[in-house]
């Protein structure tokens, strides 16, 4: 069976895009999606994503990690994920669609910029060396010196799998400040298992880390990821994080076709 894919990506986290609002794709082979994730064997990919019909909304995000496993939400892949629906005219420039982590607003921009609405975040936790939050998936976030010399593999991996977390693990992101607005990221993406060019859940749950930890007084922060910039805005009150938006840019790489 042929299968028609759509390649997009967002500050170089780059997804498989397949509209399966028929049904036809087989979902639960996690071996097939774990190949066409391949960057030597299959099309090459950070994750893939299926667009599928939900009665509610314009549609819902069934996201899964290039280890073929579904997984968490995932911030850029929702946004390259609206503009896939706007391109299959799904959508216009505003939509509602559901994914694991429950409902999303997000708009698109005529400069092509995706405006992604995140979930709440209401539980912050705070050590003397790292912050622990859930933006939709799981983030530890601690600043690091001299991040662009960082072993982000090695690192990242050793807190992922150590004690910390157990099994289910967790994305670790290593943080520099630049200025008060500014700061610089890598991440490390479990399912991935390795350092991706950008993390949308990751950049949030860092945005909202530095203001918890007084690095930033603004509800606007730029973010530096390793693809490109990032923007994340919140409201903040009584410690409580919402109408949390992530900004970015989302873009159609090319189509194809695939025997599977």
């Not at 099309?43 to 667009?51: C, N, P, R, T, W």
């Not at 970015?248 to 790489?253: K, L, S, Y």
């Amino acid at each position: 069976m042929q299968i028609e894919f759509y390649k997009y990506q967002g500050t170089g986290n780059d997804f498989v895009m397949i509209d399966n609002r028929q049904e036809i794709f087989p979902k639960d082979n996690i071996q097939l999606i774990a190949h066409l994730c391949d960057r030597r064997f299959g099309i090459g990919a950070d994750g893939l994503i299926l667009l599928e019909n939900d009665p509610d909304t314009d549609f819902k995000m069934v996201y899964y990690n290039s280890d073929g496993n579904p997984s968490s939400m995932c911030g850029n892949g929702g946004r390259c994920l609206v503009a896939f629906a706007k391109k299959l005219n799904v959508i216009d420039d505003n939509t509602t669609f559901i994914a694991t982590d429950g409902l999303h607003h997000a708009s698109v921009a005529d400069n092509g910029i995706v405006s992604l609405q995140m979930i709440d975040v209401e539980e912050v936790k705070i050590t003397p060396d790292y912050v622990f939050m859930n933006t939709g998936s799981p983030h530890h976030i601690q600043l690091v010196e001299d991040l662009e010399h960082y072993n982000v593999k090695e690192n990242g991996a050793s807190i992922r799998y150590g004690e910390l977390y157990g099994k289910q693990g967790s994305n670790i992101n290593f943080v520099k400040k630049i200025d008060e607005t500014t700061f610089s990221l890598r991440t490390y993406e479990r399912g991935v298992e390795d350092e991706t060019l950008a993390c949308g859940t990751g950049a949030t749950a860092v945005a909202i880390a530095m203001n918890v930890l007084g690095e930033t007084k603004a509800n606007s922060i730029d973010l530096n990821v390793e693809g490109g910039k990032l923007v994340v805005s919140f409201d903040k009150k009584d410690g409580q994080f919402t109408n949390v938006f992530l900004k970015g840019p989302a873009e159609f790489v090319f189509k194809g076709t695939i025997e599977i």
